[in-house]
Every structure is written in C-alpha cells, then in structure tokens.
C-alpha cells in the first residue's frame, strides 16, 4: 500500500470522507462539510475538493449540492472491478482497515461444481479456503474459495489470517491474470447470517468468480457474499469514439 503522501489530494479527500461516512460519523442524511471547510481542513483550492466530491456523487454516497452542502445517501462503500482479486486492496485504497479470520482451509477432493468450474476430474485434490472479511473491524463479506492443488498447497505455508492471499500467490509466482464475474443477490444460509451478524435469509450481495491464467487455465472458483448496507459494486463503461475517415 502506497502512503498517503503518494496519493493525490483529491483521493486523499475522497477516502477520508468515505471512512467517515462508513463509520457513522458523518450518518446517512446529514450534511458533509462545506468546500470552504474542506479547503482549509485540507489546506487545498477548490479543485481537489470538487474531485473529491465528484467521486463520492458518482458512487451514489452523497447527493444534493447546488449552492449548499452535499448530504450522505447512503453507506455502503463501492468496489470497482479492478480491485475484485484484492479486498485488501480495495479497503486500503478506501482508507479503510482490512481484515480477516480464517475459518477453514483444507485439502479435499474436488465437488462436483468446482469440477464444472475449474475443469477437473472427479476427485481430483483441491484446497478450500473459508474465510471472514472485515472492515474497520465490522464483518462484510464471506469467502468460499477453491484453489487447484498445485496453487492451493502453497496456502499451508502462509498465515491466511495477515493479508491478501492473492499478493501471496502472486509473489510465489502464481499467474493469476484473468477473471471471470458473475453478479447476482442471494439469501443468507445459517453461516452467513451467523458470521455477518444478520438475520438468516436477508439479502446479500453474491460475486461468483472463475480466476485462470495468462493462456486461460482455472487456477480459483469463488463465491463470495456481502453485506448490501456495506458494499455495493461499480462498473465504468468507456464507448470508443468512432472518426469518420475523409
């Protein structure tokens, strides 16, 4: 993770706001400082405040504005898809504190829905990881990952409980290039509701994720659920502009 002094001002400012509201201290309904407050607060112009801003209007956190102070929407703090491999990441760039409990980590022989995702044989030896994700020490989400062997054994020799695992298998030379996501809602089973400190069947937020190599051989089949209230996702689409050939 970068420092802060590394980070632009206005990322700067955006993570400061977006921790404050995730924590409460800026509540849903409640007015964010004014620009003239963030200004000096920040010792900037006008210009990185606004980006600040700008950001946190586009991911749907604050609203309003016009000539008074912008008011806290909602707190569920986006993830982009460019940081899906990484909820540590993720938090860190947000300004928020990661965390996790390894509940399970076994080697077993592959279920039928891994041999469908991953493209093994019946049987064949995979590892399952199961584990809780926190922010700022609050239960968000729960993995349920399968690794093929030759990538999961190199699980048994890393403490899953100190950071991001796929920096770990990465760093050991893992080739973790591609991704695949499916998005949909899911009702909590008895450990969801259990683990994130929620009623069994509420809504969560379910990514299904197929991870392969460079030439496209599965390496990881993910599912794993969020809390709506704390995460939401964001996509951005760019349309390639087309110029007429004289």
């Given at each position: 993770m970068s420092s802060d002094v590394d980070r632009p001002l206005h990322i700067q400012i955006a993570a400061d706001l977006r921790r404050r509201i995730a924590t409460g201290d800026l509540p849903e309904g409640a007015a964010l400082p004014s620009e003239s407050q963030l200004c000096d607060q920040w010792g900037v112009s006008r210009g990185p405040v606004?980006?600040?801003?700008?950001?946190?209007?586009?991911?749907?956190?604050?609203?309003?504005?016009?000539?008074?102070?912008?008011?806290?929407?909602?707190?569920?703090?986006?993830?982009?898809?460019?940081?899906?491999?990484?909820?540590?990441?993720?938090?860190?760039?947000?300004?928020?504190?990661?965390?996790?409990?390894?509940?399970?980590?076994?080697?077993?022989?592959?279920?039928?829905?891994?041999?469908?995702?991953?493209?093994?044989?019946?049987?064949?030896?995979?590892?399952?990881l199961l584990r809780l994700r926190l922010l700022d020490g609050s239960p968000t989400m729960i993995e349920r990952t399968t690794f093929v062997w030759p990538v999961g054994r190199l699980l048994f020799d890393h403490d899953c409980d100190s950071g991001s695992i796929y920096a770990f298998l990465s760093d050991q030379g893992a080739d973790l290039s591609q991704a695949h996501h499916v998005i949909d809602a899911i009702g909590a089973d008895e450990t969801d509701a259990e683990l994130l400190g929620i009623s069994a069947g509420a809504a969560l937020l379910r990514e299904r994720r197929r991870t392969s190599t460079a030439e496209g051989d599965p390496v990881e089949y993910s599912d794993d659920r969020y809390r709506p209230d704390l995460v939401a996702f964001t996509i951005e689409n760019f349309q390639q502009v087309r110029r007429a050939i004289a």
């Open positions: 606004r980006q600040a801003l700008a950001a946190l209007r586009a991911e749907g956190l604050i609203g309003g504005g016009r000539g008074k102070p912008p008011l806290v929407r909602g707190r569920a703090v986006p993830q982009s898809f460019e940081t899906f491999l990484s909820f540590s990441r993720w938090a860190e760039d947000m300004g928020r504190t990661p965390g996790q409990r390894t509940l399970e980590i076994a080697r077993r022989p592959a279920s039928a829905e891994a041999c469908d995702v991953l493209g093994l044989a019946e049987g064949e030896p995979v590892v399952q």
